[in-house]
C-alpha cells in the first residue's frame, strides 16, 4: 500500500473468479462479485480500500465484466502468466472501496494545475501559475520530508 495509507489499511485480492462454461450467462460471476463486494463493503470491513486482481491482457470477456463493474486498469503486467511452457501478458485492475483512492503522483498534479490553467482568464494567468507553483513546492517539501530514510535524518 502507499505511504499515504495509515498501517491498518487493507486490500482485499481477487485470486481466481471463473465459471464453468456451460453454466456462464446466469448471473453466477456476478453474484460471485456482488457477495465479495457486499462484505468487503460492510461496516466491520471499512478498513479495506481496495480490490485488486489479474486478468490475461487476451481475456477480453473477463475485461469488459471488471469494467462494466468500475474496475480500473491499474498496470500492464508484461509476461505475467506462464502458460503451457509460454508467456502471457496481464493486466491488473483495482476498484477503490471505502473512500480509498489511488495515491497521488506528480502527474496527477501537473493534470490538475493544466486543467485549472484552462479555466482562467489569460489576464491572471501569471498569478495563478505563481500560486500554483507555491502549492507545488509546498507539496513537494511535505513529500520529501516524510519520506527522508531515518539513516539520513538520525532519527
Known amino acids: 500500500m502507499s505511504s499515504q495509507y495509515p498501517a491498518n489499511v487493507q486490500v482485499a485480492y481477487i485470486l481466481s473468479l471463473g465459471v464453468h462454461t456451460e453454466f456462464r450467462k446466469h448471473g453466477i460471476?456476478?453474484?460471485?462479485l456482488d457477495n465479495l463486494l457486499s462484505h468487503v463493503t460492510s461496516p466491520e470491513n471499512q478498513n479495506c480500500k481496495?480490490?485488486?486482481l489479474h486478468v490475461l491482457t487476451t481475456n477480453t470477456v473477463a475485461i469488459r465484466f471488471y469494467e462494466k463493474r468500475n474496475f480500473l486498469?491499474?498496470?500492464f503486467l508484461p509476461y505475467y502468466y506462464s502458460i503451457k511452457a509460454g508467456h502471457q501478458d496481464g493486466f491488473s485492475y483495482v476498484?477503490?472501496?471505502n473512500g480509498?483512492?489511488?495515491p497521488i503522483t506528480i502527474?496527477?498534479?501537473f493534470r490538475q494545475m493544466g486543467m485549472s490553467l484552462v479555466n482562467i482568464s489569460p489576464c491572471k494567468?501569471?498569478?495563478?501559475?505563481?500560486?500554483m507553483t507555491g502549492t507545488f513546492l509546498r507539496w513537494a517539501v511535505t513529500m520529501a520530508t516524510v519520506n527522508i530514510p531515518s539513516s539520513i535524518t538520525g532519527r
Not at 125 to 131: G, I, S, V
Request: cysteine-free; overall charge positive; glycine content about 4%.
Open 125 to 131: 494567468l501569471p498569478a495563478r501559475a505563481l500560486q
Open 100 to 102: 480509498g483512492q489511488a
Open 95 to 97: 476498484l477503490y472501496i
Open 50 to 52: 481496495a480490490v485488486y
Open 107 to 109: 502527474v496527477d498534479y
Open 29 to 32: 460471476a456476478s453474484l460471485l
Open 73 to 75: 486498469r491499474h498496470s
